[in-house]
């Protein structure tokens, strides 16, 4: 008996981690962060080695469902501890640094998400995220999905395609010229150390938008959308002081660093000469992939 049951945990742990790369995509995805990923795929492992898989048929969507499921309460617990975190300038961040090594970085590399998009689905509610990333990311059928978010497949379907106008719809295109957006993010900066709001306001499209991802909200950047040329003049007006211009993967941009290691990456969307938006973006698997040089302000 005791074989027996050695030999199915066997057999399922290596299950498992055959699976392991598809599963931290997955929550990768979901979650925004590398690290809580990894986190997602070890609560799901030890749910899988507790539960009966004897009768499942199809393992990789029953593998599949359960990190979903573990993503899904680990969003709704982000959205209702979050707390109002101070940004001062920038240059005093809630957490320290944070070590970007990772055993599945390549997987995530092979199969990532840009970081515009994971910034956008941060911006959508934990039941849009799920439905949107397995249907149309991962192909998972509706009728799989429903249970999950606890809706009809028609109702998750319209999480779906909700979350989907949101995502395709979220910004316009970026300005091709990479001089003039340097000029206008130096600009930006410069405008906003030193409290010039009226110059903020002018550099600003009036629907321009501040988002964060999950890492940059940990280490206290807004923790929800601003939106709308004053809000985000405001919020800026005097701040920033640290952040540095850089050529972020070949567009202007900045960083907030410690100690030389990018922390905060300011990612900004120039269309018509304007900025659209401005995504703090934090994850330690995009810092570690990131092309920087710095430039003069």
């Known amino acids: 008996m005791d074989d027996g049951s050695n030999y199915q945990g066997d057999w399922l742990t290596r ?7 598809h599963l931290r995509a997955v929550a990768y995805r979901m979650l925004g962060s590398g690290m809580e990923a990894d986190d997602a795929v070890q609560e799901a492992w030890l749910r899988v080695s507790r539960a009966d898989s004897s009768a499942v048929e199809n393992l990789g969507g029953w593998l599949t469902t359960i990190v979903a499921r573990v993503c899904l309460n680990m969003l709704q617990a982000r959205t209702s501890r979050r707390e109002d975190l101070i940004v001062d300038n920038l240059t005093d ?29 941060e911006t959508l509610t934990p039941a849009e995220r799920l439905a949107f990333v397995l249907h149309d990311m991962f192909a998972v059928p509706f009728e799989e999905i429903a249970p999950i978010v606890r809706r009809s497949p028609a109702a998750a379907r319209q999480l779906a395609s909700r979350a989907r106008r949101r995502v395709q719809g979220a910004e316009p295109g970026p300005d091709a010229d990479a001089t003039r957006q340097r000029e206008i993010v130096g600009a930006f900066l410069a405008a906003s150390r030193g409290g010039d709001f009226d110059a903020l306001v002018a550099l600003l499209d009036p629907d321009a938008v501040v988002r964060s991802d999950a890492a940059a909200v940990n280490m206290g950047t807004p923790d929800s959308e601003i939106r709308g040329a004053t809000a985000v003049a405001q919020f800026f007006s005097g701040r920033a002081k640290s952040a540095r211009l850089a050529l972020i993967d070949g567009s202007a941009g900045a960083v907030w660093t410690l100690r030389g290691r990018p922390q905060v990456v300011f990612d900004f969307t120039v269309a018509d000469g304007k900025i659209v938006t401005i995504a703090f973006l934090a994850d330690p698997d995009y810092l570690d992939r990131l092309d920087l040089e710095f430039l003069r302000s």
């Open 15 to 21: 299950q498992f981690e055959s699976h392991r790369g």
């Open 93 to 121: 961040p809630v957490a320290g640094p944070q070590d970007g090594g990772d055993p599945e970085h390549e997987a995530i590399q092979a199969d990532s998400v840009g970081a515009a998009l994971l910034v956008v689905l």
